[in-house]
């Protein structure tokens, strides 16, 4: 006889923590780089959305010796990680750091995190590694109470389990957000990539003042050579270019105007009266429709002519949060030393609907190193954030290996 099928559903948390490796947790070296990685990116996301300029204290310890199992090299280690930026109202925390896919990142805005997995992903991974609970420690400052969570995730139900919560007063007015967790790891082959990764994120965010101490003790201090921070980006509306069915549909269900130029124009960035009028006849639609009652085929037909329609001006660029040529030249003058630096960062450009901008840098001379393979060393970012891996396939390798 044939036994059916099982069907089971699986939460956000059961699915990230049986495939850690979607999330870049594919090995231990990678488990304690990554790890690092998501926290201090958190927090130089809420040092840069409140433009505060960031104080961030690390520090690694070495819990148990090494051990050489299965997965190679590994050893338990307990990570401190504390910063001065905006902190969290005390009944986010559970959420924050207890439910995967919440985020406060989910928005037409630059910020280096977009999943709401990151550092969620950090401490599940310490959890199930060790299964120690983690401590979340913030205040938003003034006259808040700093508030203390001792919490584990309910993997299976994607939800935090809250084993302590404790209100400390806080007559200085702190403000900002202190983790502590315990993990696993192989210090050994991530450390070099951690203070690359340090080193790096000092060039881009030159504002910032990083004080890191590793395992054995070791401590390196990235002290900030400005004031000045990088702009907040704005939230924008969507630009026609990149839509697809889905959003408008949903934008059209939602919106409270029965006049579909309006509509258009209200919804959608570099979308005003004339634009709005010419798209239409573009798109062979009456102007006088209700948007609420288009039908399934002239939702597709508007879509299909707002992604062909040529006339919209490039996506707005106050949503984007460069580092700047000045800051970048700062940075980089800090973190390498050169005789000769100089920078550029290019005007908007933008594909699909979404903008960007290049931002780029040449240094020469003084204390830079060459490179033992006898290339020109290339320091890569994206959104940012600093790429260590996989240099050999980026078409910046490609573009500078052909340069004499
Ligand atoms: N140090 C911090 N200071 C203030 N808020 C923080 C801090 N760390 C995390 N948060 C808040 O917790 C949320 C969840 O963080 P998490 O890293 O899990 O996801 P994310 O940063 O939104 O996205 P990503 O998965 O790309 O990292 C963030 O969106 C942010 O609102
Ligand atoms: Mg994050």
């Known amino acids: 006889m044939r036994v059916p099928e099982e069907f089971e559903e699986l939460s956000p948390s059961e699915f990230f923590w049986r495939h850690k490796d979607l999330a870049g947790f594919t090995n231990p070296m990678r488990a304690i780089y990554g790890t690092i990685r998501e926290l201090v990116e958190n927090s130089l996301d809420a040092a840069e959305v409140h433009?505060?300029?960031?104080k961030l204290h690390l520090k690694v310890t070495r819990l148990e010796e090494e051990q050489k199992g299965e997965e190679g090299r590994q050893e338990t280690l307990h990570l401190h990680i504390e910063d001065n930026a905006g902190g969290i109202s005390r009944e986010k925390i559970p959420n924050a750091f207890?439910?995967?896919?919440?985020s406060s990142k989910y928005r037409l805005r630059q910020s280096r995190g977009l999943f709401g997995l990151g550092g969620k992903m950090a401490l599940i991974y310490g959890q199930s590694m060790t299964h120690e609970p983690f401590t979340i420690r913030s205040s938003v400052g003034k006259r808040n109470p700093i508030v203390e969570y001792t919490m584990m995730v309910d993997i299976e139900k994607n939800t935090p389990r809250i084993l302590k919560r404790r209100r400390l007063q806080n007559p200085g007015g702190w403000r900002g957000t202190v983790i502590d967790l315990t993990t696993r790891g192989d210090w050994a082959h991530a450390k070099q990539k951690v203070v690359e990764y340090l080193t790096n994120t000092a060039i881009a965010a030159p504002y910032a003042s990083i004080f890191f101490e590793d395992p054995d003790g070791a401590q390196y201090r990235f002290e900030p050579v400005t004031?000045?921070?990088?702009?907040?980006p704005t939230e924008t509306r969507p630009h026609p270019s990149g839509l697809?069915?889905?959003?408008l549909k949903r934008l059209a269900t939602a919106t409270k105007t029965t006049n579909l130029p309006t509509f258009l124009c209200r919804q959608f960035q570099r979308i005003g009266p004339v634009t709005a009028k010419k798209l239409l006849q573009f798109a062979g639609m009456h102007p006088r429709k209700d948007p609420h009652k288009l039908t399934r085929e002239e939702l597709i037909q508007l879509t299909n002519s707002m992604n062909s329609f040529t006339d919209f001006k490039a996506p707005?660029?106050?949503c984007l949060s460069p580092v700047g040529a000045k800051q970048l030249e700062a940075g980089m003058r800090k973190q390498l030393k050169p005789a000769f630096v100089t920078t550029l960062?290019?005007?908007?450009s933008s594909y699909s609907g979404f903008p960007f901008i290049v931002e780029a840098g040449v240094a020469y001379g003084g204390e830079i190193q060459p490179n033992t393979s006898g290339k020109i060393p290339i320091i890569r970012f994206a959104n940012k954030i600093p790429l260590l891996l996989d240099e050999g396939s980026d078409v910046v390798r490609k573009v500078v290996d052909a340069v004499n």
């Open 98 to 102: 207890g439910r995967v896919l919440v």
């Open 51 to 54: 433009e505060i300029p960031l």
């Open 244 to 247: 697809d069915v889905e959003s």
């Open 316 to 318: 707005e660029a106050s």
């Open 345 to 348: 960062a290019r005007k908007p």
């Open 227 to 232: 004031t000045d921070m990088p702009k907040p």
